[in-house]
């Protein structure tokens, strides 16, 4: 993510879910450095405790129910 472009805000037209592992230290430390541009364009972050980068791929227990709230948030809400 270091590299990546910060995304413009007519980037972001569709709902968005930022998921990480609370010991996924740069992603971290790029929400805690970008918390206008999340607030900004409705982005939902969730942080999943005891998580690193590894875990927010393979514990699906522990990320499956944050996408799917998301999901179920996002369709209740049309």
């Not at 740069?26 to 982005?43: A, F, G, Y």
Request: glycine share 4%; charged share 20%.
């Amino acid at each position: 993510m270091k590299t990546w472009p910060t995304p413009a805000t007519q980037d972001l037209q569709c709902p968005t879910l930022l998921v990480s592992g609370a010991q996924n230290q740069p992603t971290m430390k790029w929400i805690q450095s970008n918390t206008l541009l999340i607030e900004e364009n409705n982005i939902e972050v969730a942080i999943l405790e005891g998580l690193n980068h590894a875990g927010e791929f393979t514990e699906i227990d522990q990320v499956f129910p944050a996408v799917n709230a998301f999901f179920d948030e996002e369709i209740l809400s049309k």
